[in-house]
């Protein structure tokens, strides 16, 4: 496995038609340090990154469609013992998560949509491969890959 550093810029969410949600900025100034991990086998990002994409992903539902059989934010997510699942009625709803990485003038845009980091779908829930965890660092694992084999 190979493990690389990079400078990277703030996420940004988009919707299914790619227009950029807005959203309150998380940090401002200069890029931070993430990971590209070819070992990591999902995206680590902040809790406040995957509340964002929670809170996206509610919000676009509630607005785009006709019937909702979730009536509660903290239902999108299903109880699991292996990281985090999500309820298959969310799925066209959440967002792409857009990095810019690298420094200028060398940075590219990346863009992972959900069928790179869901998967696994059983009964009513698919596993999320994004993890929150508050380590300071984001980690670009395999959903990054697969987004750009």
Not at 74 to 102: D, F, N, W
Request: glycine share 6%.
């Amino acid at each position: 496995y190979g493990v690389i550093a990079v400078p990277q810029r703030p996420l940004k969410l988009f919707d299914s038609s790619g227009k950029q949600v807005k959203t309150r900025r998380l940090w401002w100034g200069k890029a931070k340090p993430a990971l590209v991990d070819t070992g990591a086998m999902s995206l680590i990002i902040s809790n406040k990154e995957f509340g964002k994409v929670i809170d996206t992903t509610w919000e676009t539902m509630r607005k785009q469609a006709e019937f909702v059989e979730i009536t509660d934010k903290q239902k999108l997510l299903c109880a699991s013992r292996s990281g985090h699942m999500v309820r298959k009625e969310a799925l066209p709803y959440l967002p792409t998560l857009g990095y810019k990485i690298g420094s200028p003038p060398n940075t590219i845009d990346i863009r992972i949509e959900p069928k790179h980091y869901i998967h696994s779908c059983e009964a009513p829930c698919c596993q999320m491969d994004v993890d929150p965890v508050d380590s300071g660092i984001t980690t670009l694992g395999q959903p990054l890959f697969r987004a750009y084999d």
